[in-house]
């Protein structure tokens, strides 16, 4: 597999003539979501490529010419800070940065790198090379994804950008839940955010994706749902708006990032610039915050900022309609403001226990993982030394603002009553200690590994645990109620264990089952050990 290029765009509906030119420019600029590839795998063929069979590439690449604010003087004094990123709307805060001069009044000159800018080859940088850029310190930051960092190591992530809010999604025929994936044919755009997606999805459901499903990879999101369209995948996973066309061949959403927060954008800071030049981080970071609080307190002014930056076919931001193409980028992320970040770099575990699932989820789909520490992939102190300045707080919300990561999320609203089943986990036999509702530690580690991942990811989902215990003989020796109370005590155990590692209570819809009529008051010990068990349904409140 090419590198992986997790970084995203989503295209935008633009209003008016502005959609004429996004029809225009499509084809030109979607690779800013996809890693270009000279390699192309022909359409249908399920491929898996670890990551050691991959070119490694050379650190001694030349970076394509940054571009510098209108205010730019490259003889006044002051130090150079150069990022790399895509066309994607949390990112575009760096276009903020220059043309507002934030990055001037904190002592510095922001030089960024757009990929793929104007279809013009000298910014076709694909993922190897960036990564090279930044691990060779001869670029300061890449905004790219967390699973892209769990993969790559490139270097070090010291803020959150955004979460994925509904952007990415996974649309199906004929697969009511993620269990039903198993012998599908699934498209998407290789080497994009929509691969990871997928890796994901079937790990939810414990499905091999080089043995359980067919791979149909394809050069872009419109390729992939035009394979759907036409029959030769089942499954499609892409991003808005195009997504949206699996709908005409019959497709339905099967989930979708607002269900599962598992794309998060990330500031990734080389780790030279940390080592030699922190202070210089430290007042990139402070302005990113500053120009975000700007953001959030005059949203006009900032889209209309980022329309000046020009490049407008790039960022699909116009000065026309600069506040509408900029909301409708920032609807479907979470973007993470100071307070956001503050609270998730207090307790780093989060974001570290993401770095190891994705690694997990990489490695089951066949590629080569780094053995480095995760631990040291997140650096706080940058996000620490900002919020301790009372000026970077935003007095205002962002235009998505359930960003969700170490939040305590409101479910009050949260409705059963349309819920459809997502998927039924496959650990559902759990020991208990004898005779009693207590879970084995043996038990604790399968939850540890099969529920708590998802369940800490996702907002939209809830979790039905079901108990069932077996009714033994001889006849008249137990009451169904007293079945039942037991089933239900075993079904809360689980819970309360779950709820024990920071899942939200109000998540869980708690049950017993009897066994069946056959089974009941049997004496014999191979039929009572098929009904003791705690059957766990991801449930969403309707797609």
């Not at 070119?55 to 130090?79: H, I, K, M, R, W």
């Not at 036999?429 to 099969?450: G, K, V």
């Not at 998540?507 to 705690?534: C, G, K, S």
Request: hydrophobic content about 40%; charged content about 20%.
């Amino acid at each position: 597999m090419q590198g992986m290029d997790r970084t995203r765009i989503i295209f935008i509906v633009i209003i008016g003539v502005a959609l004429l030119a996004v029809c225009g420019i499509l084809a030109g600029s979607l690779g800013s979501r996809l890693l270009s590839s000279d390699d192309a795998t022909p359409t249908g063929v399920a491929t898996t490529q670890a990551s050691s069979d991959r070119p490694t590439p050379s650190v001694n690449l030349e970076s394509p010419d940054p571009v510098f604010g209108p205010n730019y003087q490259a003889d006044d004094g002051l130090p150079t800070y150069t990022c790399g990123a895509d066309a994607f709307g949390s990112y575009f805060t760096l276009q903020q940065m220059q043309m507002s001069g934030k990055d001037i009044a904190h002592g510095f000159h922001l030089a960024i790198v757009p990929f793929f800018l104007d279809e013009d080859p000298a910014y076709d940088v694909s993922e190897e090379q960036r990564n090279a850029l930044l691990a060779s310190g001869q670029w300061d930051c890449l905004l790219t994804t967390l699973d892209a960092v769990a993969l790559d190591s490139p270097g070090v992530i010291t803020a959150i950008v955004d979460e994925s809010a509904g952007a990415d999604q996974l649309w199906a025929r004929d697969t009511p839940t993620l269990n039903d994936l198993k012998g599908k044919r699934i498209t998407f755009a290789r080497n994009s955010v929509g691969e990871y997606f997928v890796y994901y999805a079937l790990s939810i459901a414990r499905l091999n994706p080089r043995f359980d499903v067919t791979l149909v990879p394809q050069d872009s999101v419109a390729g992939a749902v035009e394979a759907f369209n036409n029959g030769q995948a089942d499954v499609v996973s892409g991003w808005e708006p195009d997504i949206y066309e699996a709908e005409s061949s019959g497709g339905v959403p099967l989930l979708s990032s607002s269900q599962l927060r598992i794309v998060i954008d990330t500031i990734v800071t080389s780790r030279q610039s940390i080592n030699n030049k922190a202070d210089l981080v430290q007042k990139f970071h402070d302005a990113w915050f500053d120009t975000l609080k700007a953001q959030v307190e005059d949203f006009d002014t900032a889209a209309g900022q980022i329309a000046a930056w020009g490049h407008n076919d790039w960022s699909f931001v116009y000065p026309e309609t600069a506040s509408d193409d900029l909301r409708a980028w920032l609807e479907s992320v979470a973007q993470a403001d100071l307070g956001n970040n503050a609270t998730v770099m207090r307790d780093t575990r989060p974001i570290i226990s993401r770095l190891e699932i994705a690694r997990r989820v990489w490695a089951a789909a066949g590629l080569e993982v780094p053995n480095d520490d995760v631990s040291e992939l997140v650096d706080p102190n940058f996000v620490a030394r900002a919020a301790q300045q009372a000026s970077l707080t935003a007095n205002g919300k962002p235009v998505n603002d359930s960003f969700s990561i170490a939040a305590n999320i409101d479910l009050s609203t949260v409705s059963t009553d349309d819920a459809a089943t997502l998927a039924v986990l496959p650990c559902r036999r759990f020991s208990f200690l004898p005779d009693s509702a207590e879970l084995t530690l043996e038990s604790r580690r399968i939850l540890d590994e099969c529920v708590v991942p998802t369940m800490s990811q996702s907002v939209g989902l809830l979790l039905q645990v079901t108990g069932s215990a077996a009714w033994p003989g001889p006849a008249g020796t137990y009451t169904e109620a007293e079945i039942l109370e037991f089933a239900e005590a075993r079904a809360q155990s689980v819970v309360d264990y779950l709820v024990s590692q920071g899942i939200d209570p109000a998540r869980f819809i708690v049950n017993a089952t009897l066994p069946p009529v056959e089974h009941r008051e049997t004496e014999d010990p191979a039929i009572q050990a098929e009904d003791r068990f705690v059957e766990m349904t991801l449930i969403t409140a309707g797609r």
